[in-house]
Structures are given as structure tokens and as C-alpha cells.
């Protein structure tokens, strides 16, 4: 399975890549996460909200797999634990299909893509900086593999 990674932004800082690729080459083959960039619409003094939204949109639609299970980051979306998000991953890994995990840009998505998602996944209550978002979804994603797979990176 691959987890594509479509994240709306681009030219993170070297600490930011670092972290995001320390977390991510842990991943096996068989759960590998495939990071995807794209460019945040231009935000002109004339440029509506809904209309950047829309852009970043089908960008996104345009770089998006067929077939993949589609998951949304969103602050509405389901918060979980680590076991939880551990037992999402059983799940996506059983069922055969990729995922794509979207990441909007700094006004987040278009709720037409928001209501095309079989999931949509809330980090957090707290506003997070989009440069921290990668590696933190880098890192639990690991953490729920090798919570599947007994390894000792996690502790319960």
C-alpha cells in the first residue's frame, strides 16, 4: 500500500524535510509514504477565499491517484489515539486499495472535497503550522505501523 502524502505548500525549511524523511523512510515498502507538494493558489488582494480553495482543489484532484481511499485533514475531522489511528491503518492496509491523506493550504479545503472523503482526520484542537503537520502525520503513521507490528518505537 501506498500512503500518498498531497500536501498544498511547498519550500518547506531543511528542518521541516528532515524530520518529515526521518519519519518516513521507517515506513516498509508495504505501507510507504509518497509525499506530493503542490503550489498554494495565488493570494492577490483580490482573490476570494472560496476561489483559492477551488484552485487548490483541483490541483489536488488533478495529482490525485484513481483508486485510493480518500482522507482529509481537517480541524472538524475525527481526533483519535494512537491505537485508534493504528487500527485505521489495519484497515487501510487490508483493504487492499492506496490512500491519499490530504493536506489543504493555510484555508484549508474546499468543502466539496471535504464531503468526497471516506475519512476525515482532526490532529488536533490546536491550530497547527502547516510545516509541523508533516512531520507530525510522518511520525504517527510510523508510530501506528510499528504499533501493528510490535515494534518497539512504541510504548504502551
Same mark, same amino acid.
Given at each position: 500500500?501506498?500512503?500518498?502524502?498531497?500536501?498544498? &505548500?511547498?519550500?518547506?525549511?531543511?528542518?521541516?524535510?528532515?524530520?518529515?524523511?526521518?519519519?518516513?523512510?521507517?515506513?516498509?515498502?508495504?505501507?510507504?509514504?509518497?509525499?506530493?507538494?503542490?503550489?498554494?493558489?495565488?493570494?492577490?488582494?483580490?482573490?476570494?477565499?472560496?476561489?483559492?480553495?477551488?484552485?487548490?482543489?483541483?490541483?489536488?484532484?488533478? /495529482?490525485?491517484?484513481?483508486?485510493?481511499?480518500? /482522507?482529509?485533514?481537517?480541524?472538524? &475531522?475525527?481526533?483519535?489515539?494512537?491505537?485508534?489511528?493504528?487500527?485505521?491503518?489495519? *484497515?487501510?492496509?487490508? &483493504?487492499?486499495?492506496?490512500?491519499?491523506?490530504?493536506?489543504?493550504?493555510?484555508?484549508?479545503?474546499?468543502?466539496?472535497?471535504?464531503?468526497?472523503?471516506?475519512?476525515?482526520?482532526?490532529?488536533?484542537? *490546536?491550530? *497547527?503550522?502547516?510545516?509541523? /503537520?508533516?512531520?507530525? /502525520?510522518?511520525?504517527? *503513521?510510523?508510530?501506528?505501523?510499528?504499533?501493528?507490528?510490535?515494534?518497539?518505537?512504541?510504548?504502551?
Amino acid at each position: 500500500m501506498v500512503i500518498h502524502f498531497i500536501t498544498v &505548500g511547498q519550500k518547506m525549511p531543511k528542518w521541516v524535510q528532515e524530520g518529515y524523511h526521518e519519519y518516513a523512510k521507517r515506513l516498509p515498502k508495504a505501507c510507504s509514504l509518497n509525499l506530493i507538494e503542490l503550489p498554494m493558489a495565488n493570494r492577490g488582494k483580490s482573490s476570494s477565499v472560496e476561489k483559492m480553495k477551488a484552485d487548490e482543489a483541483k490541483r489536488i484532484l488533478d /495529482v490525485l491517484p484513481k483508486g485510493v481511499r480518500l /482522507v482529509v485533514l481537517d480541524e472538524r &475531522g475525527q481526533q483519535v489515539t494512537t491505537k485508534q489511528l493504528a487500527e485505521q491503518l489495519d *484497515l487501510w492496509l487490508g &483493504g487492499g486499495q492506496d490512500v491519499a491523506l490530504i493536506v489543504g493550504g493555510p484555508d484549508g479545503l474546499q468543502a466539496e472535497l471535504i464531503d468526497q472523503a471516506q475519512w476525515k482526520w482532526g490532529l488536533s484542537h *490546536l491550530t *497547527l503550522p502547516h510545516p509541523m /503537520v508533516r512531520i507530525l /502525520v510522518a511520525e504517527q *503513521l510510523y508510530r501506528a505501523w510499528s504499533l501493528l507490528n510490535h515494534h518497539p518505537y512504541h510504548r504502551e
